[in-house]
């Protein structure tokens, strides 16, 4: 497959104002809230230490939990497989389906499923998948991917909602109402969810101790997709390991604070063995994470809990939308895993990225996002993935900074033109900074220039001493 | 070698160097915080409600808060209904529940959460799959926060473990969270002592 061009790709969302506004607007919203709600809790900051400290633990000793965690579930009922790949993965719920003969499934959201594109595979082999999260089963009805990790159509306004909903399902598209359209999706759904054979989620956690996966939801639809079919299969990559319910406290307090602001979710459900006769199913999944285990630099973004608060702060991604980056992950922490699973495809992705560190500072789990993007693209220079252009304006670039009379001169020139050329002149192809945006006016003077008449004066003063 | 064993040897190859463990230190508020306050002031954020005495006509409150209500499953020995959880027999059919009543052995000031297992559901979807639910709380057994309630034997013991912290959201249109996604439409907590004489 080919590299993608997130820059390009945005450039089509940045062009729709109305869209550009829209989710720039509602992630900074959920940035102030969980602004907020960290500042509500005295000890936030020793809480992301602990589970930073908690995650590091787990990860340097993984083998040894995975093994606890496995017996413990099977000793609770549980029927647990093991699956090296995506197509792995996806297979064993087929099996488990087709062998019980259940052509329906409904499933909450799960990253992990969207990283093996399990609902195609199922829906290739005749099973009927519905989505039972809003977002989800907005993208799902979309034919779209999910644009973002907690809220997967976000990119959406409340009319593309109406639109699409008064076109699947015949509502009123004049009723651009958020209470309406949930009203809607739950008319939908709900029947889909009493008639499935068979439910699915994921698991933002998985604890060693009990043999528990637990899931945290706002709508109550993995509790619905889990309880109401008698056979309920969860998938479960191997880095959502954590050893005992003591520890699952930490990341339960700080995971939706950094999500949402809220300070729980709504459903915070623990499913530790099978209901009353029902059978349950754990697939165990590597697919590249193991190997990422090894790699020095990168191991560190496995501590993920999948809050996204490294999205709705950084403003590349709120200004350009999930589906830019064309990638099952998107955002800061897309941008330092995707290359994982496909280094010539996501090449392009560490370059999306102001370096301003904001993303690393609001991560519940302390991992140090803005270094790792940065590492990233030495990693592309090293294995040559950089576009020829990059490369040589990076070239350029690397001679005029290292030497400060090239610099001064690079410097005084483009004040001169920034003050003298005409704006066609200015904003033309190769400016791709203005397409987007007004190029700052000139500062009166350079900070070389002030210093140095900083310097002399106070030169001058030390003499007159 | 099986999918089993090859990535649990690659996990072995490939896990870094041992980090240790830290302590998890308890948690509490300096100042004595009161817990029914904090738990009403938390529900409420989750568009939850609280009752803070046990009502002197539970039957005539219900039928003022779900005048429609005609299907209302009880486990509680406060309350008969006309539904019981072992009348069901698929358990999606928990679908046609107007108002489930149960009480929950634990809440949580700090996010006024509520915990549920099959112990007090008997059949899980009660909890979910009704329209409305009126949950009866003893408010002693209100601890003050997470770290707390994880002590509980229910998360160790039980198959399935609920926090219930308010009715149904979903803040997948434009952000704001709006009621009901697909679980219960409202949810009440009633602060109700459990009698001494039931209290094992």
Redesign the interface.
């Known amino acids: 497959m080919s590299t993608v061009d997130q820059a390009k790709n945005a450039a089509a969302f940045i062009d729709d104002k109305t869209h550009e506004r ?1 989710l720039d607007q ?1 992630l900074w ?2 940035r102030t809230k969980r602004d907020d709600a960290a500042r509500r809790v005295p ?1 936030w900051e ?1 809480l992301r ?2 589970a930073s ?2 995650k ?2 787990t ?5 040894h939990y ?2 606890m965690f496995e017996s413990r579930a099977k000793a ?1 009922g549980v029927t647990v497989h ?3 790949d995506a197509h ?1 993965h996806n297979q064993i719920v087929y099996q488990i389906l087709s062998d019980r003969k259940a052509d329906s499934l409904v499933k909450s959201k799960s990253m992990l499923t969207e990283e093996c594109d399990t609902r195609r595979f199922l829906e290739n082999r005749g099973i009927q998948v519905t989505e ?4 989800e089963r ?1 993208q799902q009805l979309d034919d779209e991917s999910p644009s973002h990790i907690v ?4 990119h ?3 009319q593309d ?1 109406a639109n699409l909903f008064a076109r699947v399902y015949g509502s009123d598209k004049n009723k651009a109402d ?2 309406y ?3 809607v ?2 008319e939908h ?2 029947p889909l ?3 499935a054979k068979a439910g699915m989620t994921g698991a933002n956690f998985a604890v060693a101790e ?1 043999g ?1 996966v637990v899931t945290v939801t ?4 993995a ?2 997709s889990a ?4 056979l309920r299969i969860c998938s479960v990559g ?1 880095e959502k390991i954590i ?1 005992t ?6 990341f ?2 700080l995971l939706t604070r950094s999500a ?1 602001g ?15 006769n029902g059978e349950m199913h754990i697939i ?1 999944v ?1 697919n590249g994470r ?2 990422r ?2 790699m020095e630099k990168f ?1 560190p973004s496995l501590k993920c809990i999948r809050c996204a608060a490294c999205m709705n702060t950084c403003p590349v991604y709120r200004r350009s939308g999930g589906l830019s980056y064309g990638s099952t992950y998107m955002g800061p922490i897309g941008i330092i895993m995707m290359p994982t699973f496909d280094i010539r495809r996501y090449s392009e992705l560490p370059f999306s990225s102001t370096l301003n560190g904001s993303c690393t500072n609001v991560c519940p789990v302390k991992i140090n996002i803005h270094e790792q993007i940065y590492a990233w693209r030495e990693v592309m220079e090293e294995k040559h993935q950089f576009k020829l252009v990059k490369k040589e304006a990076m070239i350029v670039a690397g001679k005029v900074l290292s030497h400060p009379r090239l610099y001064r001169m690079a410097a005084d020139s483009m004040e001169t033109s920034l003050k003298v050329l005409p704006r066609f002149a200015l904003y033309n192809h190769f400016n791709a900074w203005g397409r987007h945006r007004d190029i700052p006016q000139p500062a009166k003077e350079t900070f070389h220039d002030w210093y140095k008449k900083y310097r002399s004066q106070a030169a001058g003063q030390e003499v007159s001493r | 070698m ?3 064993e ?3 040897q ?13 302590a ?2 308890k ?1 509490h508020s300096e100042q004595l915080l009161d817990l029914k306050e904090k738990f009403v002031e ?1 529900l409420k ?2 568009s939850g409600e609280v009752v803070t005495e046990p009502p002197i006509d539970f039957e005539k409150f219900l039928r003022n808060r779900f005048p429609d209500a005609k299907a209302i499953c009880s486990t509680v020995p406060e309350y008969a209904g006309n539904r019981k959880p072992e009348d069901i027999t698929r ?3 928990a ?1 046609s529940i107007d108002v489930t009543i149960v009480r929950s052995p634990l809440g949580v000031a ?4 509520v915990l549920f297992s ?1 112990e007090e559901f008997r ?3 009660i ?3 009704a329209h409305d639910i009126v949950i009866l709380l003893d408010p002693a057994e209100i601890v003050e ?3 707390d ?2 002590g509980h034997p229910h ?2 013991d ?27 439409t409202t949810l009440t907590v009633i602060f109700w002592p459990m009698a001494a004489a039931t209290k094992v």
């Open positions: 829209h509602l919203m959920l000890e020793q230490d602990l400290k908690i590091e633990h990860l340097s000793n993984l083998a995975l093994e609770n093991w699956a090296q792995e039972t999260d809003l977002g907005i809220g997967p159509a976000w959406k306004t409340t909602v958020p209470v359209l949930a009203h999706m739950r759904t709900r969810i009493e008639q009990t528990a706002n709508e109550g639809n509790d619905l309880n109401a079919p008698a191997l050893p319910n003591e520890h699952l406290a930490v339960i307090r949402t809220m300070a729980i979710t709504q459903y915070t459900s623990h499913f530790r063995a099978p209901r009353q165990l590597d193991s190997s285990l090894g191991w | 099986s999918f089993r090859t990535i649990l690659n996990v072995r190859n490939n896990q870094p160097s041992y980090r240790e463990l830290p998890i230190p948690f938390e954020e989750l358990w999606s059919d679908s700090e996010t006024g959460s099959e059949v899980n979807t909890g979910v799959f926060n997470i770290h309630a994880y998360f160790r039980k198959a399935y473990s609920l926090l219930m912290s308010g009715p149904s959201g979903s803040a997948d249109i434009a952000g704001t969270t709006v009621h009901p996604a697909q679980g219960v």
